[in-house]
């Protein structure tokens, strides 16, 4: 078993997270139809909030169970709902819509991965929840500007 400087297993926080992610799908299926530019900014704004936490209270094990917790919400539901709001933005091609939102996806986790080894080898772990809660930011950005042409209403 693999215990982290707070001394909580790894896996209890992944079990945490994962717990977290079923509540996010959760509540991408309830809102996805109704309201899911609502949904995607307030899953983005907390995912940023999460990763301010574990910048600020990264000593604490509450913080960081609660922070897993409502991480893995907000990894469950933005998925879910950025690709039902592509699939309703191309409705005309919908098979097109979903095979650029894997790319999109692929490539973001691998950027994501790049940049993060690179703030840790460079700044270490401290910095890292600051640039990830930057980038989360400016998702949340392109989000709220992405009115009308990223969130068309449900046909």
Known sequence: MERSEL??????????????????????????????????????????????????????????????????????????????????????????ANSLWVTGWNIGMAGGSLLGGAVLTGAGTSALPWVAAALLAVSALTAALARRNGFPPAR
């Open 7 to 96: 001394g909580v297993i790894t896996g209890t926080v992944l079990f945490v997270f994962g717990l977290g992610s079923m509540g996010g799908v959760w509540v991408a299926g309830v809102t996805a139809d109704r309201r899911p530019r609502t949904a995607i900014l307030g899953l983005l704004a907390l995912a940023t909030l999460c990763l301010v936490s574990f910048g600020l209270f990264g000593g604490s094990v509450v913080a960081v169970l609660l922070g897993a917790l409502l991480w893995g919400a907000t990894h469950g539901g933005i998925p879910t709902l950025m690709q039902t709001a592509g699939v309703r933005a191309a409705a005309h091609d919908p098979d097109t």
